[in-house]
Nanobody, 120 residues
Framework: QVQLVESGGGLVQAGGSLRLSCAAS????????MGWYRQAPGKQRELVAA???????NYADSVKGRFTISRDNAKNTVYLQMNSLKPEDTAGYYC??????????????WGQGTQVTVSS
């Protein structure tokens, strides 16, 4: 069983920065694709950024150039550096881990979420 624990959320003024962290338990982190998702009230959960086991990244258009996802396999941790924050970035941010070894050995796990609030 994998557990994901997020930290780093909070209240920040527009234009400010925050760094989210997500620490994973277990021994599959290095082969997993890690993602950050967010969900604002009344809206669907959306992908913010993802990073594969080999370090390839992709971002939502709305955060390109402002957010950076990275991972430290030695610490089983993924990060989301958020710069130039906007009020529309306000949401609950959730860490996700996906791995696939075989049809009978795969998983999709979520953290409990951390709130990011950006004031104007």
């Amino acid at each position: 069983q994998v557990q994901l624990v997020e930290s780093g959320g909070g209240l920040v003024q527009a234009g400010g920065s925050l760094r989210l962290s997500c620490a994973a338990s277990g021994n599959i982190f290095s082969i997993a694709t890690m993602g950050w998702y967010r969900q604002a009230p009344g809206k669907q959960r959306e992908l913010v950024a993802a990073i594969t086991s080999d370090g390839s990244t992709n971002y939502a258009d709305s955060v390109k150039g402002r957010f950076t996802i990275s991972r430290d396999n030695a610490k089983n941790t993924v990060y989301l550096q958020m710069n130039s924050l906007k009020p529309e970035d306000t949401a609950g941010y959730y860490c996700n881990l996906k791995f696939y070894r075989a049809i009978w050995n795969r998983g999709d796990y979520w953290g409990q979420g951390t709130q990011v609030t950006v004031s104007s």
